[in-house]
Antibody, heavy 119, light 108 residues
Framework: EVQLVESGGGLVQPGGSLRLSCAAS????????MHWVRQAPGKGLVWVSR????????SYADSVKGRFTISRDNAKNTLYLQMNSLRAEDTAVYYC????????????WGQGTMVTVSS | SYVLTQPPSVSVAPGKTARITCGGN??????VHWYQQKPGQAPVLVIY???DRPSGIPERFSGSNSGNTATLTISRVEAGDEADYYC???????????FGGGTKLTVL
């Protein structure tokens, strides 16, 4: 079964750090671009970042550039999001998603992991 | 940055046709993807490349894209179609992905 499973969410204080993981299974992870998308409570979807298949190219939303780092370990079939200098406005459910036949159409999504930034 | 505009809500009676629009500057020159999200669930891709349907998505779902507007059309609407719908594009000039604000579809 094709699956993405996120982990690493939780409660963190403003200014703190957190690393999210996304474990992939059921497909050749190293062949696909991968993305992070977030959704604040009661709000819409917001794209966060993407990484190409071999990890050599990345892109970030302006709101997280310089604070978040996306990476991947193709040997472990795992995608990461290192989040530093966290702010209250980063509070959201974070989804990892696979870029399918179109690298920027997300055909597989994880169930999401909640990140809460609060003192 | 590129902006996508969706109506906040659309209402339709069962069995009728729902049309959800997504406006953007010359959006017809971009590939538009659509997602359905039900409460408490992850989004699901329902249309990609403007009008293609992933396997498992009913033929009742279709899409079009021209000029400054892309449209998701849901024919013979069912109660189970009630959800939030989001359009999405990749802006090649900035290498950024953009989502519309989302449209809540209510089945009356």
């Amino acid at each position: 079964e094709v699956q993405l499973v996120e982990s690493g969410g939780g409660l963190v204080q403003p200014g703190g750090s957190l690393r999210l993981s996304c474990a992939a299974s059921g497909f050749t992870f190293s062949s696909y671009w991968m993305h992070w998308v977030r959704q604040a409570p009661g709000k819409g979807l917001v794209w966060v970042s993407r990484i190409n298949s071999d990890g050599s190219s990345t892109s970030y939303a302006d709101s997280v550039k310089g604070r978040f780092t996306i990476s991947r370990d193709n040997a472990k079939n795992t995608l990461y999001l290192q989040m530093n200098s966290l702010r209250a406005e980063d509070t959201a459910v974070y989804y990892c998603a696979r870029g399918g036949s179109s690298r920027h159409a997300f055909d597989i999504w994880g169930q999401g992991t909640m990140v809460t930034v609060s003192s | 940055s590129y902006v996508l505009t969706q109506p906040p809500s659309v209402s339709v009676a069962p069995g009728k046709t729902a049309r959800i629009t997504c406006g953007g500057n010359n959006i017809g020159s971009k590939s538009v993807h659509w997602y359905q999200q039900k409460p408490g669930q992850a989004p699901v891709l329902v249309i990609y490349y403007d009008s293609d349907r992933p396997s498992g998505i009913p033929e009742r779902f279709s899409g079009s894209n021209s000029g400054n507007t892309a449209t998701l059309t849901i024919s013979r609407v069912e109660a189970g179609d009630e959800a939030d719908y989001y359009c999405q594009v990749w802006d090649s000039s900035s290498d950024l992905v953009v989502f519309g604000g989302g449209t809540k579809l209510t089945v009356l």
